[in-house]
């Protein structure tokens, strides 16, 4: 099946330590995205990139840095200069990143603070 | 900002048509509108989207009024599996108000009873 894969489900940071979510998407999609949604919040956009090799910082992108360097993975690193990291993320891809088309998403990493 | 407005919460029976209201008065001509559902502690999930005319798929059916203020979602034959957050979004163009990212406000929860 066509989709979005994030892993893991749930993990877990120390204290000052960094840590990296997987995203992979089989969709030949060439836009993916990175969210944030906090417990009852909308979602914030951290980084989008609509290209290999090429990524824009949206809008909490401090404390976070990503790469894309295949087509289908855009992993995100949580680093430990971001403060308050504890929060629900959310990958999505869309086939260009124009308005008129949906970005799907994937079933979220749920990523908390030891 | 979400530029949508939602009733909080909605119930409706199930194998009954659920109908989930949004006024957008404020929409420009070329901004489209998504649907967006969320059941707990799983990545959005897009039904459809359109920008004047009616549109339908295999989850649901889209109605815009002709002044385009305001359109209505459409489930068929609601199914407890239905019971979400649903989402109504205005995504404007490309290079317009950050046409990247998806604005999610508060939603409406939608309860499909027995």
């Known amino acids: 099946d066509g989709g979005i894969t994030q892993s893991p489900k749930y993990l877990f940071r120390k204290e000052g330590q960094n840590v990296t979510l997987s995203c992979e998407q089989n969709?030949?999609?060439?836009?993916m995205y990175w969210y944030r949604q906090d417990p009852g919040q909308g979602l914030r956009l951290i980084y989008y990139?609509?290209?290999?090799?090429?990524?824009q910082k949206g809008d909490i992108a401090e404390g976070y840095s990503v790469s894309r360097e295949k087509k289908e993975s855009f992993p995100l690193t949580v680093t430990s200069a971001q403060k308050n990291p504890t929060a629900f993320y959310l990958c999505?891809?869309?086939?260009?990143?124009?308005?008129?088309?949906?970005?799907?998403f994937g079933d979220g990493t749920r990523l908390s603070i030891l | 900002d979400a530029k949508t407005t939602q009733p909080t919460s909605m119930d409706c029976a199930e194998g009954r048509a659920a109908n989930l209201p949004c006024n957008h008065s404020?929409?420009?001509?070329?901004?489209?509108v998504y649907w967006y559902r969320q059941i707990h502690s799983q990545g959005p999930q897009y039904i459809i989207h359109?920008?004047?005319n009616n549109e339908t798929n295999e989850m649901a059916s889209l109605i815009i009024t002709e002044d385009r203020k305001s359109s209505t979602l459409i489930l068929p034959h609601a199914t407890l599996r239905d019971t979400a957050v649903y989402y109504c979004?205005?995504?404007?163009?490309?290079?317009?108000?950050?046409?990247?990212?998806?604005?999610f406000g508060k939603g409406m929860k939608l309860t499909v009873n027995p």
């Open positions: 999505a891809s869309s086939i260009t990143r124009s308005s008129n088309q949906p970005q799907h």
């Open positions: 969709l030949n999609h060439d836009a």
């Open positions: 990139s609509q290209i290999v090799n090429d990524f």
């Open positions: 404020t929409i420009s001509g070329n901004e489209y």
């Open positions: 359109g920008l004047k």
């Open positions: 979004i205005v995504r404007p163009p490309l290079g317009q108000g950050g046409s990247e990212k998806l604005v």
